[in-house]
């Protein structure tokens, strides 16, 4: 067999691992600090402009082990809420990437609670990474592999948040749940079907705690639940988080907030426990931007 084709098939392995565990390890800031990466209806949830970056490292002694990076942008005005979200995973030279644009829509229920719907709609894409490559790069195998369509899906997602409490929840891929019709495009066998979230905020004398319950429902794969919580100082400058995930893994974090104008979080996911004496965690960073607040500032 030609080293070609040798190469081929073991990018096409990584990009099964990928699916798999990116769709099921959804990215650790979306609990506490970026709920818009999992429910479009949080988009703007905030107020104002806010750009969010994130980047994540798995298994980082592997040879060729998935990298994430995502940039999402969100904005509200009065009931509208508006969105970017683009999150690109690679694995070997094959990568996976997800365009999606935002609208959410937030009705007023009372004084400090409201109705949240969200949408998002855009465009995936998978791609083999030619420059790399030992042999031929116009070899036909990987030139259909790269001709193959861009695949249009949407999730949606609905919320209820309070001064204290909020549920929210969202369906993911809904085209690909609901249709047999996924082009040319292999989204992979395990990706999540579903996710719902409730916090609640216990506002103490010197911190304050703020809880996390998540159930994930996943296309082939055993359900996962999510319990946690954040712990933030009175100045809210210092945050640290520590999750359980019944899938028998752990996270945790520490997060710093800037006169609420930026704010960092370094977050690590240790492995799985069938593969935690092969691989090292996952160590995940983050930096999210209030655009707004940065500008009232120079003014």
């Known amino acids: 067999m030609r080293p070609k084709v040798y190469l081929f098939i073991l990018s096409f392995l990584l990009l099964n691992s990928l699916n798999t565990y990116s769709q099921i390890s959804l990215l650790d800031a979306q609990f506490f600090q970026n709920r818009y990466l999992a429910n479009p209806a949080m988009a703007g949830l905030d107020g104002g402009l806010r750009v969010n970056l994130g980047y994540r490292n798995q298994w980082s002694n592997v040879p060729g082990a998935p990298i994430d990076q995502n940039f999402t942008m ?22 996976h990437t997800k365009m999606y644009g935002t609208y959410s829509y937030a009705i007023q229920v009372n004084k400090g609670s409201k109705l949240h719907f969200g949408m998002n709609l855009g465009v995936q894409t998978v791609n083999f990474d030619t420059q790399n490559i ?31 409490f909020s ?5 993911y891929n809904l085209k690909s749940q609901f249709s047999k019709d996924n082009g040319d495009l292999n989204l992979g066998t395990d990706f999540n079907l579903f996710y719902v979230g409730t916090s609640y905020s216990i506002p103490m004398a010197e911190w304050r705690i703020n809880t996390k319950l998540a159930y994930r429902n996943i296309k082939n794969y055993t359900d996962i639940v999510d319990i946690g919580a954040e712990v933030r100082t009175s100045n809210n400058k210092l945050g640290f988080t520590g999750m359980y995930h019944t899938n028998k893994s752990s996270t945790f974090g520490i997060s710093y907030l800037h006169k609420n104008e930026w704010q960092f979080l370094g977050m690590y996911n240790n492995a799985q426990s069938p593969i935690s004496n092969y691989v090292l965690g996952t160590f ?16």
């Open 284 to 299: 995940e960073l983050a930096l999210q931007v209030s655009v707004q607040n940065l500008f009232n500032k120079k003014k």
């Open 134 to 164: 030992i042999g031929d790069p116009n070899d036909r195998n990987i030139t259909n592999f790269n001709d193959r369509k861009a695949l249009i899906d949407g999730d949606f997602g609905f919320g209820y948040t309070s001064d204290r």
């Open 74 to 95: 969100d904005y509200r005005r009065d009931k509208v809420g508006t969105g970017l979200s683009v999150i690109n995973a690679r694995a070997g030279e094959i990568s």
């Open 167 to 171: 549920i929210d929840g969202a369906v």
